[in-house]
């Protein structure tokens, strides 16, 4: 009675033993799964500021692009001053071609706002990223302010 007493002893704590095991192995597993998913989690989000900065990158040298290509189109008219600007909101396709243009702030002078719009339509199609997320998050609507000084913006 006492052998098998302890033969039952011994079994009882070899199951408690191989359960707390499994039960280590269980939370080790599920506390590897939790790193692995911050890990993926951080190189997400890394791709994201990536591609964040490539598409800043891209918009900057477009943006650089689409004045350039107004300001060889811009004959601003005579008696305009320095301090006078013109703030249009330009609506593009993927192509390059704008489909309308606002003014959304008047120089106050009707001959230097309509040389604007004349400008940017001579330039088109505007020089536009290829890549289609960064076109519709920057380009698709675009705001540009123009001033008579040297055509520059």
Same mark, same amino acid.
């Given at each position: ?16 033993? @191989? ?7 269980? @939370?080790?597993? !599920? !506390? ?14 890394? !791709? ?8 800043? !990158? ?8 689409? &004045?350039?290509?107004? &300001? ?45 719009? &004349? ?13 289609? &997320? ?20």
């Amino acid at each position: 009675a006492q052998e098998k007493a302890a033969k039952e002893k011994a079994a009882k704590a070899k199951a408690e033993k @191989e359960a707390a095991q499994k039960a280590l192995e269980q @939370e080790m597993m !599920q !506390q590897l799964a939790e790193e692995e998913s911050l890990i993926r989690k951080q190189q997400e989000a890394a !791709q994201r500021a990536a591609d964040e900065r490539r598409m800043a !990158q891209t918009s900057e040298e477009y943006v650089g692009l689409i &004045q350039g290509a107004v &300001q060889q189109n811009w004959s601003y008219p005579p008696n305009v001053n320095s301090t006078m600007e013109v703030t249009v909101r330009i609506n593009m396709l993927p192509t390059g071609e704008v489909v309308s243009i606002n003014i959304l702030r008047s120089s106050g002078k009707a001959a230097l706002d309509r040389s604007v719009e &004349q400008a940017i339509m001579k330039a088109q199609p505007l020089p536009v990223p290829n890549d289609i &997320q960064t076109f519709e998050r920057n380009f698709r609507t675009f705001t540009m302010t123009f001033r008579p000084e040297n055509a520059a913006w």
